[in-house]
Structure formats: C-alpha cells, structure tokens
C-alpha cells in the first residue's frame, strides 16, 4: 500500500471521527418483522464506522443475548481476553463459547446478568426491556437516579433519555428486531453518562451533555 493511499485513508478516519453526526434522530419507528438497515440510515453507518458492527448481511431479524452482550461490550470498548472471572458461574454458558470474555466483564461490572439462578440463556433473542436495562446501565442511571427493580422502571429511564426514540415501545416484552438493538446502541453513544465525581464513600452523580460514551469510553470528540 503506498504512502500516498496510507494517508489519504487516516485523513479519511479522522475526518469521520469529528463529523457532527450526533444531531441525527429516526423520523419513524421501526416496526417492520422483517427489517432492512435501509431503515436506520445513518445509525447504521456510523455504528460501522466505529467497528461495533460488521458489514451486517445477517438473515437473523433478532439478536441473542450473546450477541447482545458482545455489542454492548464493543460499544462501551471494553475487552476481555483473558476468560470467565470467578463470580462467573453460568451453567449454559462454557468458557469456551464465544462471547463468554464479554458476558463474564458485563457480569463483574453489573451491567448484564443471567435470567435466573445459573443460567444466561445465551442463545435466546434478547427482549426490548433486557435491551433497554442493559442500555440504562451502560450511562451508570440505575445508580445516580436509584432505578427500581422492576423492568417497567428501567424502560421508563431508558424512555426518558431518548434511549427508546425511534422505536416502537407498545410491547416492550417482546422480542427486539435487529434494527431496534442498532438504534438503540446508537442512541446510547449520544446520551450523557452519570459519573460519579466523589472524593469519599458516599456517591455523588453528575451528568455533563457533552460527556457521553463516545467522549468517555471511545475518546471521539464532538466537532465545534
């Protein structure tokens, strides 16, 4: 590969990498049984572009909780390479399965969990309400805003910080359409995280607008 080319692609990357784009909100919400990425426009390309997603020509319209947990994994940049910790203890998830590095650092950081006792059901499609707890964690509100136990709480957080728009949430025990999972990973990257900015024992929880996953966990910068 010629210098010439080298440099035209690292222009290129961090071009992309200043580009505004966080202004872009769906006009509609995406309802379809079987999804296009037609649909979530640039959502999509932005989520490629920062490698949480593939060249997606997936046929599967759900995603599992497996899958799930590796995405938000990527989302978050965070990585585990070296397998399961200790507190690790799901019976239908082996070391050896794929994503069990990104379930077990999840797990430790109490941002993804099991669906009962043992067990992670880590081939079954994830729901629109485990989507949006997963997601509520991920800005740290279930500890700045004492979030309730109940799913129907951690929708209405999800809801309230536009982590929901563009989706249609009559139903949010079904199923998530692959697309939504994309919009909602989407719409997580913009929303301002809660950071904890206490010296001593007692949590004290702020949030900045321009303090985000992007700014805090990936290192990209709004353009001004």
Known sequence: MSKKLIS???????????????????????????FEFSELGNEYAFLKELKIVGADS??????????????AAKTLNIFNSSGTSASYNFSDVPASYKYAGEISTLLDMKIMNGTSGAMFRPDSAIT??????VAVRMINAQNALSVGNSMADYVSVAARHSILDGINTSDYARQAYRAEVYMILYNVLKTPVYLNVSYTD??????DKDRTILTENLNIKKAT
């Open 8 to 34: 035209l692609i690292l222009s290129f990357v961090l071009a992309v990498s200043a580009l505004p784009v966080l202004s872009y909100a769906a006009d509609t919400a995406i309802s379809k049984t079987n």
């Open 58 to 71: 997936s046929n599967e319209n759900t995603v599992t909780r497996g899958e799930f947990a590796m995405l």
């Open 128 to 133: 629109l309400q485990e989507a949006a707890c």
């Open 202 to 207: 007692e949590p004290n929880y702020t949030k």
